[in-house]
């Protein structure tokens, strides 16, 4: 069975964080996919691990837990394996949006895969990119 590549960004890791009961942990537990990432997504997540633990109400070692258990389910991809080029595209289409999506979107052309992102305004201007929530769980998939 060829598994569709789906690259997660830091929003929807900090959603399945941050409930346990959640659609996007759901998701990424889903054995149809193979989910990516990049490395820049440690940075976004300890640089607001204090702020998770607050949020989800989890002690700092279940946070830990919680990401161990998401983090094995995503294969990591150094951004330094990603073409000057892909990566320069990636930044011209979401400088106007977050250019801290970049490497998310990048990876995701590199990958030829789709993007699953929490963030509305990113996706729509990337609709071909992109994939929705929605689409994962009603199996609509492109």
Do not use: W
Not at 59 to 88: A, G, R, V
């Amino acid at each position: 069975m060829n598994k569709l590549k789906i690259v997660l960004d830091s929003n929807i890791i900090f959603s399945a964080l941050l409930s346990t009961n959640n659609k996007f942990k759901f998701i990424i537990y889903d054995k149809r996919f193979k989910f990516f990432s990049c490395n820049f997504l440690f940075t976004e997540i300890f640089k607001n691990k204090e702020k998770l633990s607050n949020i989800s109400k989890l002690t700092e070692k279940d946070l830990l837990i919680q990401m161990s258990n998401i983090f094995s389910k995503i294969h990591f991809i150094p951004e330094e394996f990603i073409p000057k080029e892909i990566y320069n595209k990636a930044y011209n289409l979401c400088k106007n949006i977050d250019e801290s999506d970049t490497p998310f979107i990048a990876l995701a052309i590199f990958l030829n895969a789709k993007l699953l992102t929490g963030d509305m305004k990113l996706a729509n201007k990337l609709k071909t990119l992109t994939i929705s929530v929605t689409d994962i769980l009603e199996n609509k998939l492109k």
